[in-house]
């Protein structure tokens, strides 16, 4: 298939459509409406169901049920919207259901603004939700990736029996760039032989819950759980590395942020600076191993967010001590320069932070 | 080769699909590209923006603040963006709606008269077409024929009829271009 240009939200939609997704539920808000605009044109035409629900809970729960009956379903927000779904989120879950969520976020705290961020970096990877469960969250950096992540992300969410969510920023979601639409890697799906689709007579009814009133019961649930979660980041770590066998400064940037920190780099090098790059795709699992491959020469790690920084807990945890860790965002909805990110370099550099 | 563009003006003007039809444009020749729009409260008559890139190699960071080319449409977008041109790098000027000259002496500067070249054209609204085709005739960043080919992606196939009035709003800026090349040289 030839190359379209296209606004990352409506490659959401249309990547979706790709991957056999039938049900659509959400609720507008910026910087992502484009999204269920697009699915309420197309996902008719392919045979599926959007609907507009009366708030993002009632979207969420939508999910829960669809998912429950084995369908492939998605629903889409920005940050305050999907704090809105976190309870959803946790019971779908806790009953183990396969859907795709998707997150542009936004400034915040609050109502925050409609400019682009990485704030819900917390929300995502550590649950904004009760109880000790796990996302499989995906951080595409440009519109192919992202539609490549929504393809292969509903074959995550069906092997695992797992909510997976896609988080981008404001930028990725307005900005056009050229995409195709490619098959995935083959994955072996398992049959959905849970999921509440009618007995048809056949065979006892199937129950979605997460509620387990026995303590016994429901430790034995999340000893299971757990079990899933470690063959995830055992399979599932994505990430792309850049030079970090050579440098002396290292830069851990994720999504559209990492784009900038290449800028950044570009130019540094021009300069004669050695510096690595290294971006996680999956933001959980979280690629620590990668921070193992990284020259005993490197004076620090730089760590670029588009918030106060939150995904510098995870470098430090990657990094153990090896190395000095050292941090640059900007808050609010307010975008990192290239500039900005080359005067820390090279302060790192000149020993001077 | 990386150009890097900022695309300004009122909302309503066009300056959008402008980006969008270079980016088209750039795809179609096999390059790298993206477009971001500024986005926000905003309305018909308020301000609008875009950064536009068109690489050889893949796009770094998709927000422009050190363009090689500004294309200001409206005057408080040269206002705000005529020192985001770095130097060397060019400004396309409106000079239908924008009664100053530009401040800049490191850079090169197009007056194009837009809206005058439109009206005489008979169609007020092809003023970003004539903006676009000066800007083609002094960059040659893409070709003329890129862009017609991505007008309909843009516009959608139900405006496939106003690709004559286009085609010939992008000559006329050219052919301002070529005039003012002329006259400096």
């Known amino acids: ?353 | 080769m990386e150009e890097r563009i900022i695309i300004a003006g009122f909302g309503g003007q066009g300056v959008m699909a402008m980006g969008q039809l270079l980016t088209y444009a750039g795809m179609i020749e096999g390059k790298q590209v993206s477009w971001l729009p500024s986005y926000g409260p905003e309305m018909r008559g308020g301000t609008a923006n875009c950064n536009v890139v068109i690489s050889s190699d893949d796009v770094g960071s998709p927000v422009v603040l050190d363009a090689n080319t500004a294309i200001i449409m409206n005057k408080p977008s040269l206002d705000k963006f005529e020192n985001s041109v770095v130097k060397g790098g060019k400004l396309f000027i409106n000079s239908s709606l924008i009664d100053r000259k530009s401040e800049r002496d490191d850079i090169e500067i197009y007056y194009v008269p837009c809206n005058e070249i439109a009206g005489e054209l008979g169609n007020a609204r092809v003023a970003n077409m004539v903006m676009l085709g000066a800007y083609l005739e002094a960059t040659k960043v893409v070709s003329v024929d890129s862009v017609l080919a991505g007008f309909t992606k843009v516009f959608g196939e139900g405006k496939a009829h106003l690709l004559p009035i286009n085609k010939e709003a992008i000559e006329k800026g050219a052919e301002a271009i070529r005039k003012q090349a002329g006259v400096t040289a």
Not at chain 1, 123 to 145: F, K, M, W
Not at chain 1, 201 to 228: T, V
Not at chain 1, 269 to 278: D, F, W
């Open chain 1, 1 to 353: 298939m030839a190359k379209v240009l296209m606004k990352g939200n409506e490659a959401i939609g249309a990547a979706a459509i790709e991957a056999g997704c039938k049900y659509f539920f959400g609720y507008p808000i910026t910087p992502q409406s484009e999204l269920p605009e697009f699915m309420a044109r197309e996902l008719p035409k392919a045979g599926g169901v959007f609907l507009q629900a009366e708030s993002e809970i009632a979207a969420i729960n939508m999910v829960y049920g669809a998912a429950g009956s084995g369908a492939r379903v998605m629903t889409s927000s920005s940050s305050p919207g999907i704090s809105l779904k976190q309870e959803g989120i946790s019971y779908i879950a806790g009953a183990e259901l396969p859907c795709l969520i998707v997150n542009i976020m936004r400034g915040g705290p609050g109502l925050g603004s409609i400019q682009p961020s990485q704030t819900d970096y917390f929300q995502a990877t550590r649950g904004g939700g009760n109880g000790d469960y796990r996302l499989v969250v995906l951080a595409p950096s440009n519109v192919q990736e992202l539609v490549d992540l929504i393809i292969e992300g509903f074959d995550i969410a069906d092997q695992y029996r797992n909510p997976v969510m896609i988080l981008g920023d404001g930028m990725i979601g307005q900005m056009m760039e050229p995409v195709e639409f490619k098959k995935p890697k083959t994955r072996e799906l398992p049959p959905k032989d849970w999921a509440t689709n009618g007995t048809k007579g056949e065979r006892k009814p199937n129950i979605i819950n997460s509620l387990y009133l026995s303590p016994e019961e429901l430790e034995a649930h999340n000893i299971r759980l757990q079990a899933k979660y470690q063959k995830i980041r055992e399979n599932e770590v994505k990430v792309e590395s850049y030079n970090i066998e050579d440098a002396d400064v290292v830069i851990a940037a994720y999504g559209t942020t990492s784009r900038i920190a290449k800028t950044a780099i570009a130019q540094l090098e021009k300069e004669g600076y050695k510096v690595g790059l290294i971006r996680p795709i999956s933001l959980w699992p979280y690629p620590y191993d990668e921070f193992n491959k990284i020259s005993d020469k490197c004076k620090g790690i730089l760590t670029v967010e588009m918030n106060s920084g939150q995904m510098v807990d995870d470098v430090k945890i990657a990094v153990n001590g090896r190395f000095p860790v050292y941090f640059h965002g900007r808050l609010g909805g307010m975008v990192p320069t290239p500039n900005e990110i080359i005067e820390k370099v090279k302060k790192i550099y000149g020993g001077e932070i």
